[in-house]
């Protein structure tokens, strides 16, 4: 008789085979890997998906309970402290407000899984083809440009957020001086969360402060959405254009709730969504 | 062995499978507890090395889909970790809680690091994070959980080392 836990023959060649298998899937390219992932994301693990959603969606609520109550708190405790309450409502009602200021062409999402270990810039969102979501599709908050879905399933999408490496958007300033291309900042340390906007030409420089928008060139994202403000100019010896940091408007850390912009509101534009501060 | 025993043990298994997509995502810690990894040692130190690989290989898959920072990564460490928890208590010390705690401490930290070092996007101080901090708290969290259910889990676990 045989131990369960003796090893034998088949034993090893399914050792082998899982091992091989593995080391197959983590030297796929990207592309393929996002597609093994998507197949059995629609398969095997779509119930799964639908657990965490409905675990995320529970987990809002008692979020959004303790934030209440804090607010709650706040407005009992200090009622003479009216401007921080009307800065709070003026945020609330932004979050809001921008759902009826696009008025069609978008759908709402949360964030399932959010930024994860070891992907900090990748989160999976509870809307996929079924809602009308599409692969480069922008990704916005009330503040700004979030990010872009990358893969899309039936039912989720995956999307990659600001400072993500193959995230670049086409941006300008509000008064549209200074064409470049926004992109992470390779940096480690207080810099890792900041962005660059690259290749403006010597001709144009901007002021610390200005806000940066997406340009609409490329067709991808529309003119108007607010990615950030320039910090500094970042001095390149040599160089042919001038490169700024830019401070993001949104934060993907604390990532929750999301709207999509379908393809045809991308097309049509968002000029007026996004006032001038 | 009986079989309400057995039947007992198997739906400790898919809850703590379930857990893992409920209870993880709901509490949303940084310190997290992996119930996967647990109920991968819990049957894998009763199992043959190959059906315990097999069975880490499959979680592995599933997490990987979920996150979708380093497709395989998970899979791999996982199947390492099934082969090594039907192996080392044969192999060297026997079905003791102890070795099973370790291996589940162990396999929580393997799996996190392997994940992030095959998504090299993690960097500097991050990464310091969380391979000096983040992980080894999962790692500890989850040992401490799963001593506890290989306690309880003992008197109701297949016999081993029978067919």
């Given at each position: 008789m045989r131990g369960a836990g003796e090893e034998t023959r088949t034993d090893r060649l399914l050792v082998w085979a899982c091992v091989l298998a593995s080391i197959v899937l983590l030297s796929l390219a990207p592309a393929r890997q996002e597609r093994a992932a998507s197949a059995v994301r629609e398969t095997v693990v779509a119930p799964l998906a639908t657990l965490q959603v409905r675990a995320r969606l529970v987990q809002r609520a008692i979020t959004s309970d303790d934030r209440l109550t804090r607010v709650a708190a706040r407005t009992v405790r200090a009622a003479q402290t009216l401007p921080a309450v009307e800065a709070e409502n003026a945020e609330l009602r932004a979050l809001l407000g921008l759902g009826s200021a696009l008025r069609w062409g978008f759908v709402p999402a949360e964030a399932v899984v959010g930024p994860a270990m070891g992907d900090p810039h990748t989160v999976v969102l509870s809307a996929g083809a079924r809602q009308g979501v599409s692969i480069l599709s922008p990704v916005v908050a009330a503040s700004g440009v979030i990010g872009l879905i990358a893969a899309v399933e039936e039912a989720t999408s995956l999307a990659i957020v600001w400072p993500h490496p193959d995230l670049r958007v086409s941006a300008t300033s509000r008064t549209g001086v200074g064409f470049g291309i926004v992109t992470v900042h390779p940096e480690d340390g207080s810099d890792a969360f900041l962005l660059e906007l690259r290749g403006v030409p010597l001709r144009d420089s901007l002021a610390i402060g200005t806000e940066i928008v997406s340009s609409g060139v490329g067709g991808v994202f529309p003119r108007g959405i607010p990615i950030g403000q320039v910090v500094r100019e970042v001095v390149q010896g040599g160089a042919w254009s001038r490169t700024y940091l830019v401070q993001p408007?949104?934060?993907?850390?604390?990532?929750?709730a999301v709207l999509i912009l379908t393809a045809p509101r991308a097309a049509a534009g968002v000029d007026s969504v996004w006032p001038a501060p | 062995m009986t079989i309400p025993n057995r039947l007992a043990f198997a739906a400790g298994i898919m809850v703590l499978l379930l857990l893992q997509h409920t209870l993880r995502p709901l509490l949303g810690w940084r310190i997290e507890v992996d119930w996967q990894v647990i109920a991968l040692v819990l049957v894998a130190l009763r199992s043959r090395p190959g059906v315990a690989a097999l069975l880490g290989f499959t979680l592995g898959v599933i997490t990987d889909a979920m996150v979708p920072a380093a497709f395989g990564a998970s899979a791999l460490s996982l199947t390492l970790v099934g082969y090594a928890a039907a192996r080392v208590r044969t192999g060297?010390?026997?079905?003791?809680a102890m070795v099973g705690t370790v291996i589940i401490g162990l396999g929580k930290y393997l799996t996190d690091l392997a994940v992030v070092m095959a998504d090299d996007r993690l960097t500097g101080l991050g990464l310091a994070a969380q391979v000096g901090l983040w992980s080894p708290l999962s790692a500890a969290s989850t040992a401490v959980v799963g001593a506890v259910l290989l306690a309880l889990a003992r008197p109701m676990a297949p016999a081993t080392g029978r067919r």
């Open positions: 408007a949104v934060r993907p850390a604390d990532l929750t | 060297f010390f026997g079905a003791s």
